[in-house]
Nanobody, 123 residues
Framework: VQLQASGGGLVQAGGSLRLSCAASGRTFSNYVMGWFRQAPGKEREFVAAINWSGATTYYADSVKGRFTISRDNAKNTVYLQMNSLKPEDTAVYYC?????????????????WGQGTQVTVSS
């Protein structure tokens, strides 16, 4: 599975961005998809995950109520809508795929990773 993340950029605090992650290779709808982020000098952390149908989603407490994960299996794409952005959301954001249908929030549970897209939120 190849994953290509896009949509990052520079935005002011309070603004919005939508990240996209296009998948190719194997049957996209079989995968749990996740978003993680890594800020400079910090470990990679879980942001959100979505099951194969989109019916189940998990969020980190730090983004709950501000970020929304969704997927379009017909387009082999997962999205992360980020609203009310804060400077502490600044990081490289990675999408990841997990073949196991059980939801997971740890980076080691995901086998396939995209290249990352930079999100910078200015104060």
């Amino acid at each position: 599975v190849q994953l290509q993340a896009s949509g990052g950029g520079l935005v002011q605090a309070g603004g919005s961005l939508r990240l996209s992650c296009a998948a190719s290779g194997r049957t996209f709808s079989n995968y749990v998809m996740g978003w993680f982020r890594q800020a400079p000098g910090k470990e990679r952390e879980f942001v959100a995950a979505i099951n194969w149908s989109g019916a189940t989603t998990y969020y980190a407490d730090s983004v709950k109520g501000r970020f929304t994960i969704s997927r379009d299996n017909a387009k082999n794409t997962v999205y992360l809508q980020m609203n009310s952005l804060k400077p502490e959301d600044t990081a490289v954001y990675y999408c990841a795929a997990r073949l196991n249908p059980i939801m997971a929030t740890t980076s080691g549970s995901y086998r396939y990773w995209g290249q990352g897209t930079q999100v910078t939120v200015s104060s």
